[in-house]
C-alpha cells in the first residue's frame, strides 16, 4: 500500500488545484512526517519527476518572456523603428526590418557582423538599423562617438565605411588610432574628433541607452526582428529561419 500512497500523495501534494483529497494541515505530527517521506522516497526513487518539472517550468518561463518581449517590441515600436537618426541601411523598403544594438568591442557583435551582412545582402528584402549602444567601457564609447560623429558630418554612406572599419578594428582605441582609421578611410580627422564629444553626439547616445533600458537590453548584441526580440548572437542560418517564418 506504500508504494501505491506516494505517487497519490505526491500528485495531491503538489496539485495546484483547490480540490485537494484531503487537509493536510489537519493531519498529526506523525502523519505529516510520514507524508513528507513517503514524497521524499517516491522523488528519490524516481528522479526523472523532479527534471520533468523543471522543464516545464522553464518553459513556462520562457513562454511569459516571450510574450513580455513582444509588449516591449510594441509599446516601442516608433523609438525602434522611425526614431529619425539611427543609420538604415538594408533596402529600406524592406517588408522585413531587422534592428540591431551593437557595441564595436563586443566579441559577439563581431562575430554576428559578416552574418548579418550577409543575410541583409542575399535577401536583399530587409531593412536594416543600427543602435549605437556602447556598454562595454571607454573604448566603445570612443567608438559609438567616432561613428555617430562620422554619421552626422558626413553622411550615412561615410558612417557605413566607419562602422565596417571599427568593428573590426583591433588594438586599443584612442585619438591617435581614430585618426589613422580615419586617414586610411579618407576622412579629414580633427572635425569628426571635435565632434565626438558634441552635445548631439551625447544626445544620441543617450536616447539610445534609455530606450535599451525600456526594452531592458542588458547585453550586445541584441537585436529586434520585425516584432520579436531575439537577445544575443545567433548564426546565419538560425537568421534565415526566423525570417522566413515571419514571412510566413
Same mark, same amino acid.
Request: charged letters at 30%; one cysteine or more; hydrophobic letters at 40%.
Given at each position: ?14 496539485? @495546484?488545484?483547490?480540490?485537494? /483529497?484531503?487537509? *493536510?494541515? $489537519? ?6 512526517? =510520514?507524508?513528507?517521506?513517503? %514524497? ?71 562575430? @554576428?557582423?559578416?552574418?548579418? /551582412?550577409?543575410? *541583409?545582402? $542575399? ?6 538599423? =543600427?543602435?549605437?549602444?556602447? %556598454? ?113
Amino acid at each position: 500500500m506504500k508504494r501505491l500512497f506516494a505517487p497519490t500523495a505526491l500528485a495531491l501534494g503538489l496539485s @495546484a488545484t483547490s480540490a485537494m /483529497a484531503f487537509d *493536510i494541515d $489537519s493531519m498529526s505530527d506523525a502523519e505529516r512526517g =510520514v507524508f513528507r517521506d513517503e %514524497i521524499r522516497n517516491y522523488l528519490l526513487e524516481n528522479p526523472e519527476v523532479i527534471m520533468e518539472a523543471v522543464a516545464i517550468l522553464q518553459e513556462r518561463e520562457a513562454q511569459n518572456k516571450e510574450q513580455d518581449d513582444l509588449a516591449l517590441v510594441a509599446a516601442n515600436t516608433e523609438r525602434l523603428f522611425e526614431d529619425g537618426y539611427s543609420w538604415v541601411g538594408g533596402n529600406p523598403e524592406g517588408d522585413i526590418t531587422l534592428v540591431e544594438f551593437i557595441d564595436y568591442r563586443c566579441g559577439y557583435c563581431r562575430k @554576428a557582423h559578416d552574418e548579418v /551582412a550577409e543575410l *541583409i545582402k $542575399s535577401d536583399g528584402n530587409i531593412r536594416f538599423i =543600427v543602435k549605437e549602444y556602447p %556598454i562595454l567601457g571607454e573604448a566603445s564609447e570612443l567608438s559609438s562617438r567616432f561613428a555617430i560623429a562620422v554619421k552626422q558630418k558626413l553622411g550615412d554612406d561615410s558612417y557605413k565605411q566607419a562602422h565596417d572599419a571599427l568593428i573590426k578594428m583591433r588594438g586599443d582605441v584612442t585619438e591617435r588610432s581614430l585618426k589613422r582609421l580615419s586617414k586610411g578611410l579618407g576622412f579629414d580627422a580633427e572635425p569628426l574628433l571635435e565632434h565626438m564629444n558634441s552635445d548631439e553626439v551625447t544626445q544620441e547616445i543617450v536616447t539610445t541607452r534609455l530606450l535599451a533600458r525600456d526594452m531592458q537590453i542588458t547585453g550586445t548584441p541584441s537585436f529586434v526582428l520585425q516584432d520579436e526580440m531575439l537577445r544575443g548572437y545567433l548564426p546565419l542560418d538560425a537568421m534565415r529561419a526566423i525570417v522566413e517564418g515571419k514571412r510566413g
